[in-house]
């Protein structure tokens, strides 16, 4: 398994949640679509009107606990990566405090990006309505920003997710991947000294990365 610290990285936000004011939600308009920098990745989410944001977080905790004020309180990060390796996620509705987690939120910044025309802000809004609940994750399949697409522009799809494919598909299929995977390869079998046991951590790990990608 990978370690937490690893998944901190593309997970971890600040704790610091900022104040929203009035001034600031004024802004905002139904159906609008949200977004939330993180560290290596893009949260979003879309705003349903009255400080209310429907956005797809995984979460772990529905699964282990049926305190029900308890799993509406903020999404920890703790929560957040524990619910990416078990798959599990919920749409639900949070203020826009909570959903940006003290980062700066854009809004509508896909219209510019996305070649399909933004649906009817009713219309919007609506979908991402249907939709509350709980739901199957996918890091690379279905995730905050599939959702969002369906949502305000009628297809479910992750620029995000594209982009990381093409990354690692250059990576992987390129020349010095190749030297560098056959010189590790062959450092594991000395280090662990059977190729018993490098079949073991290679099957492990293969199987890991095959249920995370699923």
């Not at 905002?28 to 400080?51: A, Q, S, W």
Request: contains cysteine; hydrophobic residues 45%.
């Amino acid at each position: 398994m990978f370690p937490l610290q690893l998944f901190n990285i593309f997970f971890a936000t600040s704790p610091v949640k900022a104040a929203v004011s009035e001034d600031a939600l004024s802004v905002y308009k139904r159906g609008d679509l949200l977004e939330v920098p993180r560290t290596l990745f893009t949260h979003f989410g879309i705003y349903l009107g009255d400080n209310r944001v429907a956005h797809l977080i995984p979460d772990i905790l529905p699964v282990i606990s049926k305190n029900q004020a308890a799993v509406r309180k903020m999404v920890t990060n703790h929560r957040l990566i524990l619910g990416v390796i078990a798959k599990v996620a919920s749409v639900r509705v949070d203020s826009v405090a909570d959903f940006a987690y003290g980062s700066e939120v854009l809004v509508n910044h896909m219209d510019d990006v996305c070649s399909q025309r933004a649906l009817e802000g009713e219309e919007v809004a609506r979908r991402a309505e249907k939709l509350l609940g709980s739901i199957t994750y996918s890091l690379l399949w279905y995730n905050c920003e599939h959702f969002v697409m369906y949502c305000r522009y009628g297809m479910a799809i992750s620029y995000q997710t594209f982009k990381f494919c093409t990354a690692v598909r250059k990576t992987v299929c390129s020349r010095t991947s190749a030297y560098l995977t056959a010189l590790l390869g062959v450092g594991t079998m000395l280090y662990l000294g059977s190729a018993t046991s490098l079949t073991t951590v290679t099957t492990l790990l293969t199987s890991f990365i095959l249920w995370m990608a699923s």
